[in-house]
């Protein structure tokens, strides 16, 4: 998270989703973090980013929009308020994790999900809506052996 907030000064959001989730979240997905969890502490993260100095680009398009008698440090310092509250909000949600996740768990369902586990010697998948998909435990195992559905060839795509 800090990596991200650090990012966030100097990049655009789509550049680090691009950069950090890629490694970090299948990585901490696997260690039992909930993704949904996750995804709004990044989205908050990002959005607190934004509103800080040097480069809080947020901050620039209000600059843009402002009036010329407004001082960029005024706008940065009024930013600071919003900055603490956001900076409370991922530490609620750090705390809490059921502020991002009750949601959507009464959405979708999803009373008992839980990420999988490794145990060692062989992955365990709680029941819950996430249960059907697959876990890519075979990736790199034997294709003659694998449970995973057959990959289709697309031979059969055109009438003979």
Same mark, same amino acid.
């Given at each position: 998270?800090?990596?991200?907030?650090?990012?966030?000064?100097?990049?655009?959001?789509?550049?680090?989703?691009?950069?950090?989730?890629?490694?970090?979240?299948?990585?901490?997905?696997?260690?039992?973090?909930?993704?949904?969890?996750?995804?709004?502490?990044?989205?908050?993260?990002?959005?607190?980013?934004?509103?800080?100095?040097?480069?809080?680009?947020?901050?620039?398009?209000?600059?843009? +929009?402002? &009036?010329? @008698?407004?001082?960029?440090? =005024? $706008?940065?310092? !009024?930013?600071?308020? /919003?900055?603490?509250?956001?900076?409370?909000?991922?530490?609620?949600?750090?705390? +809490?994790? &059921?502020? @991002?996740?009750?949601?959507? =768990? $009464?959405?979708? !369902?999803?009373?008992? /999900?839980?990420?999988?586990?490794?145990?060692?010697?062989?992955?365990?998948?709680?029941?819950?809506?996430?249960?059907?998909?697959?876990?890519?435990?075979?990736?790199?195992?034997?294709?003659?052996?694998?449970?995973?559905?057959?990959?289709?060839?697309?031979?059969?795509?055109?009438?003979?």
């Amino acid at each position: 998270m800090l990596v991200i907030f650090f990012l966030g000064f100097f990049l655009d959001t789509f550049e680090i989703i691009f950069i950090t989730v890629p490694i970090a979240a299948p990585v901490l997905i696997r260690l039992g973090v909930d993704p949904i969890w996750l995804g709004v502490l990044i989205g908050m993260n990002l959005q607190t980013s934004f509103l800080t100095p040097p480069f809080g680009f947020a901050l620039f398009y209000l600059r843009g +929009v402002a &009036d010329s @008698a407004i001082k960029t440090l =005024d $706008i940065y310092r !009024g930013a600071l308020p /919003f900055v603490g509250l956001q900076i409370v909000g991922i530490a609620l949600i750090w705390l +809490v994790p &059921d502020l @991002a996740t009750w949601l959507p =768990d $009464i959405l979708f !369902g999803n009373d008992t /999900f839980t990420a999988p586990m490794n145990t060692g010697s062989e992955m365990v998948t709680q029941p819950g809506f996430m249960g059907d998909i697959d876990q890519f435990q075979d990736l790199l195992g034997d294709p003659a052996t694998s449970t995973a559905p057959p990959i289709d060839t697309f031979e059969n795509l055109l009438p003979e």
